[in-house]
C-alpha cells in the first residue's frame, strides 16, 4: 500500500533563507508526485508535478521538487524564502495505475517565514 | 466566476439538522471529488465522482449524501452529523480520472456541528 510521509509538520526558517520541506513516499512502482500549497482560508493549488522525464521539476513562485528514486523522496526547496510563502504544504502521491482517486495526501507540514 | 466555487463557505449546524454543500466547477471537468480536512490529519478521500457517475465511496457514514446532477454540479447532503463530522470540506475537479491528472480544488466549506 502507498504511503506518504512528510518530516516536520511546522518549519520555520528567516525570509530569504532557503526553504526544505520533506517528503518520502512508499510505493511498490514509482508514483505521480505532486506539491500543494494552501494559503489561509483558501484551497489547497497545485505548485508542481512529476510524472515522468526529467526529475528536477520547476513549479510556481520559485519552488521547485527533485525526484530521487533510490532515496523514495520528493522534497520541496526554495532557494530564498519570502514572507507570502507561509503557508501548509501538501505532499500527494497518485500510482501510475488505478486513477486519480486514488491519490493519497500527507499530513501537511506549515511553513512559517520570519522577518 | 471561474474555477471550483463552494457554498457556503461557512456552516453551523446541530446535530438534528439537515444542510447541503454546493459545489461548483466552471472549467469543463468530468470528475468531480469530496475530500474532509481535519486538524493535524490527512486529507481524506470521501467520494469521486466521473461522468456524473459514483466510482468512489471511501466508507463514508451514509449521514453524509453526495449528488452529482451533472458535470458541473456536486453536492453533499448532511444530516444528523456528530460533532467530530466538524472540519473542512473541500471540492476538487479534474479532467479524467487518471493519476497524472491535477486536482483543482475549492476554498472549502468550514462546517462546525453544534
Not at chain 2, 14 to 42: D, F, I, R, V
Not at chain 2, 85 to 104: E, K, M, R
Request: proline content about 5%.
Amino acid at each position: 500500500a502507498q504511503s506518504v510521509t512528510q518530516l516536520g509538520s511546522h518549519v520555520s526558517v528567516s525570509e530569504g533563507a532557503l526553504v526544505l520541506l520533506r517528503c518520502n513516499y512508499s510505493s511498490s512502482v514509482p508514483p505521480y508526485l505532486f506539491w500543494y500549497v494552501q494559503y489561509p482560508n483558501q484551497g489547497l493549488q497545485l505548485l508542481l508535478k512529476y510524472t515522468t522525464g526529467a526529475t528536477l521539476v520547476k513549479g510556481i513562485n520559485g519552488f521547485e521538487a527533485e525526484f530521487k528514486k533510490s532515496e523514495t523522496s520528493f522534497h520541496l526547496t526554495k532557494p530564498s524564502a519570502h514572507m507570502s510563502d507561509a503557508a501548509e504544504y501538501f505532499c500527494a502521491v497518485t500510482p501510475p495505475t488505478g486513477g486519480g482517486f486514488k491519490t493519497i495526501f500527507g499530513a501537511g507540514t506549515r511553513l512559517f517565514v520570519k522577518a | 466566476e471561474t474555477g471550483v466555487t463552494q457554498t457556503p463557505r461557512h456552516l453551523v449546524m446541530g446535530m438534528t439538522n439537515k444542510k447541503s454543500l454546493k459545489c461548483e466547477q466552471h472549467l469543463g471537468h468530468n470528475a468531480m471529488y469530496w475530500y474532509k480536512q481535519s486538524a493535524k490529519k490527512p486529507l481524506e478521500l470521501m467520494f469521486v465522482y466521473s461522468l456524473e457517475e459514483r466510482v468512489e465511496n471511501n466508507s463514508v457514514p451514509s449521514r453524509f449524501s453526495p449528488e452529482c446532477p451533472n458535470s458541473s454540479h456536486l453536492f453533499l447532503h448532511l444530516h444528523t452529523l456528530q460533532p467530530e463530522d466538524s472540519a473542512l470540506y473541500l471540492c476538487a475537479s479534474s479532467q479524467g480520472t487518471s493519476g497524472a491528472n491535477v486536482l483543482t480544488f475549492g476554498a472549502g466549506s468550514r462546517l462546525t456541528v453544534l
